[in-house]
């Protein structure tokens, strides 16, 4: 380095002051986020879905229960109700808890929809020994197939079939379930 170069450099430099020890130290790495809301929200949705819901006129469903999901012809329904679909299996959810119940019917319908069945009845019971509270399992049973894709249609079963403490529930089709998948926005 030159004479010149060298003071050009004490020139330009003249009015630096050093930084504070320890600042030009690197800065720890940040931590990786960690989606919190996401997970509390996807445990909290899970929660709800084991609870039936907090209006009771939701609850309220009387002695039968019937539901058909928007595009079930209403003659589907109607011969459903009469019995007249062949039932391929059928699970009992007498004495079961809730929570028990759910994680059962969940594997049933899932496992019927797998082997391709069409029509399984559920038998709930009618909660006579539930007391004053009434048929908690009749009501919440009713509520969780509203809310299962592969449910169609159910409605209580005829007298000699259990009557109002087990429903016939109807399970949607490959070719529904495909024709649903290719309407569906992806």
């Known amino acids: 380095m030159s004479k010149d170069d060298e ?83 059928e699970i009992d959810l007498h004495g079961l808890g809730r929570h028990a119940a759910h994680e059962a019917l969940r594997e049933f319908i899932g496992s019927s929809v797998g082997r391709g069945l069409r029509c399984v009845r559920v038998i709930h019971g009618k909660g006579r020994g539930s007391g004053p509270r009434g048929p908690v399992l009749k009501h919440v049973v009713n509520h969780w197939l509203r809310r299962m894709d592969d449910v169609v249609a159910f409605a209580s079963a005829r007298p000699a079939d259990g009557g109002t403490g087990a429903a016939y529930v109807l399970l949607a089709t490959a070719r529904a379930r495909q024709a649903a998948r290719d309407a569906s926005p992806r």
């Open 7 to 89: 003071r050009a450099f004490r020139e330009a430099m003249h009015d630096v002051r050093p930084l504070p020890s320890g600042a030009h130290r690197p800065a720890a790495p940040k931590p990786q986020p960690v989606a919190r809301f996401t997970r509390a929200e996807r445990d909290e949705v899970l929660r709800e879905s084991l609870l039936p819901p907090e209006d009771p006129a939701l609850l309220d469903t009387g002695e039968e229960i019937v539901f058909r999901r928007p595009g079930v012809r209403e003659d589907v329904l109607r011969r459903l109700r009469r019995g007249q679909f062949s039932v391929e299996a």
